[in-house]
């Protein structure tokens, strides 16, 4: 393999979607880095673009085409730019995008990651490749440059997804469920501990069923277990599945003082009619079961789930029980999604589904019930001290971090006045709190 000039030969990476395609963006940015080729945040400046995409819903798929097609006019001054798509997109449209647009260079879909290098040397060698493996192939390791803030990142412990909610697209780009092996993941997180990670994220389609494809039984408790011993501060876990969360699970949370006190368990609705019709194993009363013991079990827990409103077969009176649950529940943490009909999936094809508009204004009246809960439980910091890891500046100098109870770009943050630098844990005293995000002052 001829080693690229990096002063020839520049790339922009462009991440989009969520956390576990970061950490595909992340592993292509080592693949790259090794080969020799430098990176810049101007995609003007670039030889070749990358943009690693998501095509989970329409929205996400309408960034991406947007995100080509910004590159694509870049060559009004860089005639010579190369535009490349990997990720969701990719592995889900290969034909489509080789036809109607013609702006890009060269397609990787989600099997093939580990082919970045070669498809970028048969760019800019002048070919037009598209590569698009299994997407159940077993893992492979891969180093990563973590791309994350300061102190922070994320460790993924499984791939794919075999759950198969009638609305969902993922194990349709992403392939069966595999997990990683235990010695695999707990590499990599020593190797983020000695490099200063203070808050570790723990993804996968599902965390919840680790372990169960090849150790044919549920293994992410002892595995926390075993991250606990290592030099974190905080392990937060994204995202959990009802019906999986077991009692030695639930015990771990609760004994393990680095595992913060928040778990993300989306649960999308509360009426059995239509978890059913979504394929879910959980039920109305499942749920409603597992918070309260959860809550009961978990001293401070917050809660964090995501909410989908007018799927096919919801009437009023479906709706109206989500609405009544939020009200009882009281959810600290929620993200609600009108339903977006995905082609290839049961749920497009089912019958009874109300208007995009009605599915939107449902989703709205869930969010003005949301924001009462949340205001309230912002308010209830008021005189309190609290761990902060600092994120960054306002633009006027002051800090600014989030909580144990805020994961990155979802969850709300916490303004303080006093010094602190990025990736540092401080202690702050809150004083008020502003739309949502918490005033304070750096105590100490």
Same mark, same amino acid.
């Given at each position: 393999? &001829?080693?690229?000039?990096?002063?020839?030969?520049?790339? %922009?990476?462009? !991440?989009?979607?969520?956390?576990?395609?970061?950490?595909?963006?992340?592993?292509?940015?080592?693949?790259?880095?090794?080969?020799?080729?430098?990176?810049?945040?101007?995609?003007?400046?670039?030889?070749?673009?990358? $943009?690693?995409?998501?095509?989970?819903?329409?929205?996400?798929? @309408?960034?991406?085409?947007?995100? =080509?097609?910004?590159? %694509?006019?870049?060559?009004?001054?860089?005639?010579?730019?190369?535009?490349?798509?990997?990720?969701?997109?990719? #592995?889900?449209?290969?034909?489509?995008? /080789?036809?109607?647009?013609?702006?890009?260079?060269?397609?990787?879909?989600?099997?093939?990651? !580990?082919?970045?290098?070669?498809?970028?040397?048969?760019?800019?060698? *002048?070919?037009?490749?598209?590569?698009?493996?299994?997407?159940?192939?077993?893992? #492979?390791?891969?180093?990563?440059?973590?791309?994350?803030?300061?102190?922070?990142?994320?460790?993924?412990?499984?791939?794919?997804?075999? &759950?198969?909610?009638?609305?969902?697209?993922?194990?349709?780009?992403?392939?069966?469920?595999?997990?990683?092996?235990?010695? @695999?993941?707990?590499?990599?997180?020593?190797?983020?501990?000695?490099? *200063?990670?203070?808050?570790?994220?723990?993804?996968?389609?599902?965390?919840?069923?680790?372990?169960?494809? $090849?150790?044919?039984?549920?293994?992410? %408790?002892?595995?926390?277990?075993?991250?606990?011993?290592?030099?974190?501060?905080?392990?937060?876990?994204?995202?959990?599945?009802?019906?999986?969360?077991?009692?030695?699970?639930?015990?771990?949370?609760?004994?393990?003082?680095?595992?913060?006190?928040?778990?993300?368990?989306? =649960?999308?609705?509360?009426?059995?009619? =239509?978890?059913?019709?979504?394929?879910?194993?959980?039920?109305?009363?499942? =749920?409603?079961?597992?918070?309260?013991?959860?809550?009961?079990?978990?001293?401070?827990?917050?809660?964090?789930?995501?909410?989908?409103?007018?799927?096919?077969?919801?009437?009023?009176?479906?709706?109206?029980?989500?609405?009544?649950?939020?009200?009882?529940?009281?959810?600290?943490?929620?993200?609600?999604?009108?339903?977006?009909?995905?082609?290839?999936?049961?749920?497009?094809?089912?019958?009874? /589904?109300?208007?995009?508009?009605?599915?939107?204004?449902?989703?709205?009246?869930?969010?003005? $019930?949301?924001?009462?809960?949340?205001?309230?439980? %912002?308010?209830?910091? $008021?005189?309190?001290?609290?761990?902060?890891?600092?994120?960054?500046?306002?633009?006027?100098?002051?800090?600014?971090?989030?909580?144990?109870?805020? @994961?990155?770009?979802?969850? !709300?943050?916490?303004?303080?006045? *006093?010094?602190?630098?990025?990736?540092?844990?401080?202690?702050?005293?809150?004083?008020?709190?502003?739309?949502?995000?918490?005033?304070?002052?750096?105590?100490?």
């Amino acid at each position: 393999m &001829n080693t690229p000039s990096p002063a020839r030969e520049k790339l %922009a990476l462009i !991440s989009l979607g969520c956390p576990k395609n970061l950490v595909n963006s992340e592993e292509m940015a080592a693949l790259l880095q090794s080969a020799g080729y430098a990176f810049t945040d101007d995609p003007a400046d670039a030889d070749a673009v990358i $943009i690693n995409t998501c095509a989970f819903i329409d929205s996400a798929k @309408s960034e991406a085409i947007d995100r =080509i097609l910004e590159a %694509a006019a870049l060559r009004e001054d860089n005639p010579s730019l190369k535009i490349i798509v990997t990720g969701c997109l990719a #592995q889900r449209y290969s034909e489509e995008i /080789r036809h109607e647009l013609p702006e890009v260079d060269g397609i990787l879909g989600t099997g093939s990651y !580990s082919q970045v290098v070669s498809v970028v040397e048969s760019v800019l060698g *002048g070919d037009k490749p598209t590569l698009c493996g299994p997407i159940s192939a077993p893992l #492979q390791d891969s180093p990563r440059v973590v791309s994350t803030g300061p102190n922070w990142a994320y460790l993924r412990i499984a791939e794919g997804c075999d &759950n198969f909610c009638a609305f969902c697209v993922i194990p349709y780009l992403r392939g069966r469920y595999r997990s990683r092996t235990k010695e @695999s993941i707990l590499e990599e997180a020593r190797l983020l501990s000695l490099s *200063g990670v203070k808050e570790l994220i723990i993804v996968a389609q599902d965390i919840t069923r680790y372990g169960t494809d $090849i150790y044919h039984k549920h293994m992410l %408790a002892p595995l926390l277990r075993e991250l606990c011993k290592m030099d974190f501060q905080w392990i937060r876990l994204h995202y959990l599945y009802p019906e999986e969360i077991d009692d030695e699970l639930i015990d771990t949370v609760a004994q393990e003082p680095k595992i913060v006190k928040y778990l993300d368990i989306p =649960i999308q609705h509360i009426n059995d009619p =239509i978890l059913r019709r979504m394929n879910r194993k959980s039920t109305g009363e499942l =749920i409603r079961s597992l918070f309260s013991r959860l809550r009961e079990r978990i001293p401070g827990l917050v809660l964090r789930t995501s909410l989908i409103t007018g799927l096919p077969g919801e009437g009023e009176a479906e709706f109206e029980e989500l609405c009544s649950f939020l009200r009882e529940a009281r959810i600290e943490r929620a993200g609600v999604f009108p339903y977006s009909p995905e082609e290839g999936t049961p749920a497009a094809k089912m019958p009874d /589904r109300c208007t995009t508009e009605e599915a939107e204004r449902r989703a709205a009246l869930c969010m003005e $019930i949301q924001a009462e809960i949340m205001d309230d439980f %912002a308010r209830s910091f $008021i005189g309190r001290e609290i761990d902060v890891l600092t994120m960054g500046f306002e633009d006027d100098g002051t800090p600014w971090g989030r909580s144990e109870y805020d @994961s990155p770009e979802i969850d !709300s943050r916490v303004i303080f006045s *006093g010094r602190a630098e990025p990736g540092e844990m401080v202690k702050v005293h809150i004083n008020d709190v502003d739309d949502g995000e918490l005033i304070g002052e750096r105590v100490g």
